[in-house]
């Protein structure tokens, strides 16, 4: 069961780097656990000490998740942390936590890893005067749903090239701890994510990996998904190919008995299949998942299936039809919905990668609109 701390008060949480790869993780993780939004921190309000120190006093727990992975890390990060540290110390309240997203590779002698590290003591000098708790979380090598290539993950980078269908390379294998970033967002939030944790590859087996799931997917089938690592890097490079072909049309093979269609093939097998049926005129969905793969392929009538990236306003819509019979794959962290906009009733196949737990339904409410 997914815990979380209890009673959450408005306000309590505050975020910078909200606009980031690990900022969207974290507040979606937020939303999908019932907490309310964390208060976000820009760039602006870190460059102004007063302003910063009223967004910052009183709260339960600061994030400090803002941070440079590219260009001259050394001093970003640096000047990053001594900012925070100044609307710290201006806290007419001084919050009562204080979590930075540092890195394994703080101290490795490398720039990046220099200054990680000395943004990791100037946080915990300035929680000492204030006497907030410091916790100082190393972060192995993020990967995730909409990340971006070149800069914030090789898996990412391999994801988008792929996806464009170019040809990954692997200059150096070496071995990575890969930790996908839900996993880190439940460590800076201090929930419980069952089975979180890093899981470690060479970038050579992940690019292999990785070049098995595009072309897998290419022809409509599922990879295997027999961990929950495989899950979630099969989600990656979907975020990276939605809405890319989508609806994908299905091969009907006709003969005088009738009509044959390959709905769902999945390789290794698994998985929950069902159908409804919907009136005209009535929605289903209307809700998000964190990592459960879904496929929606109507059989008969005429819908329209909705999606929204969560915390954006631009919302997709597919028109797909009984006629044609094409499915269209439900991206993780997207709201979606499917509607009946025939004049008779809707007949829709289902699909998921895993059997429905009720105890466990990783399905969290949330309007397309």
Request: some cysteine; charged content about 25%.
């Amino acid at each position: 069961m997914l815990a979380a701390p209890s009673h959450p008060r408005s306000g309590s949480l505050v975020l910078t780097g909200a606009g980031g790869f690990l900022g969207w993780h974290v507040r979606v993780l937020a939303r999908a656990f019932g907490l309310d939004d964390p208060v976000v921190v820009s760039r602006e309000d870190m460059r102004d000490a007063d302003r910063l120190a009223g967004l910052l006093s009183g709260s339960d727990r600061v994030l400090h998740v803002a941070g440079v992975n590219r260009g001259k890390p050394d001093t970003g990060n640096r000047e990053l942390a001594d900012r925070l540290a100044e609307g710290l110390l201006r806290c007419a309240t001084p919050p009562k936590a204080v979590v930075f997203a540092n890195s394994v590779q703080a101290g490795n002698g490398t720039p990046y890893g220099d200054g990680k590290a000395a943004a990791a003591g100037t946080l915990a000098e300035v929680t000492q005067w204030s006497g907030s708790r410091f916790t100082d979380i190393r972060l192995p090598h993020l990967f995730g749903e909409h990340g971006r290539p070149h800069y914030n993950s090789v898996v990412a980078t391999f994801c988008r090239l792929l996806a464009d269908g170019g040809t990954p390379r692997v200059d150096q294998d070496r071995e990575l701890d890969l930790m996908h970033a839900t996993d880190a967002a439940a460590l800076l939030l201090g929930v419980e994510l069952p089975g979180a944790g890093p899981v470690r590859r060479s970038v050579g087996r992940l690019r292999d990996q990785l070049r098995d799931i595009a072309r897998w997917y290419a022809a409509g089938e599922i990879p295997q998904l027999g961990s929950r690592f495989d899950v979630r890097l099969f989600n990656t490079y979907r975020s990276h190919h939605f809405p890319s072909g989508m609806p994908q049309k299905l091969r009907q093979l006709t003969d005088a008995r009738g009509e044959l269609i390959e709905a769902v093939k999945v390789r290794g097998g698994g998985g929950q299949t069902f159908t409804s049926t919907t009136h005209p005129g009535v929605t289903r969905g209307q809700h998000f998942h964190l990592a459960k793969v879904e496929r929606f392929l109507v059989l008969r009538g005429e819908a329209e299936i909705r999606v929204r990236r969560l915390l954006h306003e631009h919302v997709r819509s597919f028109r797909v039809s009984g006629e044609s019979p094409a499915f269209v794959d439900m991206p993780s962290m997207w709201a979606h919905s499917i509607t009946n906009v025939g004049q008779s009733e809707l007949l829709t196949l289902f699909w998921s990668n895993e059997v429905f737990d009720p105890r466990r339904p990783d399905t969290y409410p949330e309007p397309v609109r």
